[in-house]
């Protein structure tokens, strides 16, 4: 029979959590009247994760698992989940549990009263450095100034969403993908319900230095924005209005003035510079959205699954896999 609540969690080298995930789990949903399913995905770990997901299946069947051929990212094992998750309802969160599984039963009680996504609001984010916080508040207000979507602030992935959402979101096949702006696309009934994002409960925060986060900004704004195309328009008018505001200054110079004397050499330096860099800049906003063309018309697949725990076979069309 098929489970009411799937939980998913995206691993990532998480080794020493997997154990004290199920078992918060396990408490928190043994407590309420409903069935569910943990739905690990290992998302190319390079430590003994696979081996833990294999052990907890073996020792709870409710536990089940998808390994990946590689890494393929964040933002792919959460879609990886949603394609398998058997549930009425879904619940993605992380695997560190900052995340705090106590949270579940409000969040299944605002879908039992008719809300089709409950998104967790952070109050407060412990562990977390203060350039990792700053640089979330300006991102997230800055992306909702520039699109034409309704991101809720001070939300990250954890939430839940109904059936309807989620096959709504299967039919969502990019490849650069940001689950936090196609949530709210969709639309339906949302609300949100407050907690404190705890601190990892063991290990290191994979998301924590630039080079990490800013593919992922990129991803997020060329998803949903056309603003950085415009501004390269922009910036296109813009010079050329100062180009003939300069033209018409150096012929009323040459014309009408004796005084001044103009020196071409530094002056022409600066400007090809300047204007270098402009194009520059706009050759690589461009080059950024001509890339995510080429990676969808490749129509390579989202993700390989090496093995699969408690997965039926014919549940999923991914090559490479071998069903344990």
């Known amino acids: 029979m098929k489970p009411t609540i799937s939980i998913i969690a995206p691993v990532y080298n998480e080794e020493p959590v997997l154990a004290e995930l199920h078992r918060r789990v396990r408490q928190v949903m043994e407590q309420t009247s409903e069935s569910w399913e943990l739905l690990l995905i290992n998302d190319g770990s390079r430590d003994q994760s696979a081996a833990v997901i294999a052990q907890l299946h073996a020792e709870d069947e409710r536990v089940r698992g998808i390994s990946f051929s590689r890494n393929f990212g964040f933002q792919i094992a959460v879609t990886a989940g949603l394609d398998h998750a058997q549930g009425e309802a879904i619940i993605l969160t992380d695997a560190d549990l900052q995340d705090p599984p106590e949270l579940y039963p ?14 967790g609001v952070r109050d407060s984010r412990k562990g977390e450095t203060w350039f990792k916080k700053a640089t979330a508040l300006a991102f997230y207000r800055l992306i909702r100034r520039i699109t034409d979507i309704d991101i809720p602030l001070d939300t990250g992935d954890f939430r839940l969403m109904d059936r309807r959402v989620v096959e709504a979101i299967r ?4 490849r650069n993908r940001f689950l936090r702006g196609m ?11 407050s907690y404190e994002r705890a601190a990892r409960y063991d290990g290191e925060s994979k998301f924590n230095s630039v080079r990490r986060m800013l593919p992922f900004a990129i991803d997020a704004i060329t998803s949903f924005s056309y603003v950085p195309l ?7 008018f813009v010079m050329a209005a100062l180009s003939g505001l300069a033209i018409l200054a150096v012929i009323y110079l040459r014309l009408f003035s004796t005084n001044v004397e103009l020196a071409g050499q530094a002056t022409t330096l600066v400007a090809v510079l300047f204007l270098g860099g402009v194009q520059l800049i706009s050759l690589g906003i461009i080059g950024e959205y001509l890339g995510r063309i080429y990676d969808e018309v490749k129509k390579r697949p989202l993700y390989l699954i090496d093995r699969t725990w ?8 991914q090559r490479n896999e071998r069903s344990r």
């Open 183 to 193: 949530v709210p696309w969709v639309g339906y009934r949302q609300t949100g319900v």
């Open 106 to 119: 409000a969040m299944i009680e605002k879908w039992r009263e008719g809300y089709d996504v409950v998104y």
């Open 230 to 236: 415009q501004l390269a328009t922009y910036m296109g």
């Open 310 to 317: 408690g997965i039926e076979k014919g549940a999923t069309h």
């Open 171 to 174: 039919q969502m096949p990019e």
